[in-house]
């Protein structure tokens, strides 16, 4: 991990910054990892591919079924097995959760990789890891998905240990400008 010094004050801070980029090896298995969980769960119009999903979400004609926190994390368990060794060293996955059930899957980085990130997308798109960072389209995106996936309790995490929330609080908002107090007669 690069480390920045900077000066304040008297002191020094140092400030960790994240990796320059997402090591191949790792993009992949990160982008792999959340397609396996999207097919398992059905995500991102996977079912319209022909992927059977392994909760039951009641299909087409039916009325809607709920699925819990706990049939997604048993359903999910089951996609990324033993598949994904980086899986809760190098980035943690975390399915965001809406009442009638889950809603997408996102992975950020962890350790040296902190910082970057990515998240669910249509069948045919990749789903590569960007830097998550305000300031930039996807980087904002990602930056709102891990705010939402660290501050609800409902959050599906794998590793269950692994959360990715270090510097996940969102920004306090800008200071508004007041009025000078009244001058005095």
């Known amino acids: 991990?690069?480390?920045?010094?900077?000066?304040?004050?008297?002191?020094?801070?140092?400030?960790?910054?994240?990796a320059a980029k997402v090591p191949p090896p790792v993009a992949k298995e990160m982008t792999e990892a959340?397609?396996?969980?999207n097919k398992a769960l059905g995500l991102e119009s996977w079912e319209a591919h022909g992927v059977k999903p392994c909760v039951d979400r009641g299909g087409e004609g039916a009325g809607s079924k709920?699925?819990?926190?706990?049939?997604?994390?048993?359903?999910?368990?089951?996609?990324?097995?033993?598949?994904f060794p980086g899986?809760?060293?190098?980035f943690a996955l975390g399915i965001l959760m809406a009442p009638i059930g889950p809603v997408t899957v996102v992975a950020f980085g962890l350790g040296?990789?902190?910082?970057?990130?990515?998240?669910?997308?249509?069948p045919g798109r990749k789903c590569l890891p960007a830097?998550?960072?305000?300031g930039?389209?996807?980087?904002?995106?990602?930056?709102?998905?891990?705010?939402?996936?660290?501050?609800?309790?409902?959050?599906?995490?794998?590793?269950?240990?692994?959360r990715a929330c270090e510097g996940a609080e969102p920004s306090p908002p800008p200071a508004q400008p007041t009025a000078p107090p009244p001058a005095k007669p």
Do not use: H
Request: proline share 3%.
């Open 131 to 134: 830097k998550i960072d305000p």
């Open 87 to 90: 899986l809760g060293k190098t």
């Open 1 to 18: 991990m690069l480390t920045t010094i900077v000066a304040v004050g008297t002191g020094l801070l140092l400030a960790a910054q994240p």
């Open 34 to 37: 959340i397609v396996a969980v």
């Open 136 to 162: 930039t389209k996807w980087g904002k995106r990602l930056y709102d998905r891990r705010i939402k996936a660290c501050q609800q309790a409902t959050t599906v995490w794998f590793p269950a240990d692994a």
């Open 112 to 122: 040296d990789l902190a910082g970057w990130g990515a998240y669910s997308c249509d």
């Open 66 to 83: 709920d699925v819990s926190a706990e049939d997604t994390r048993t359903c999910a368990q089951s996609a990324i097995a033993d598949n």
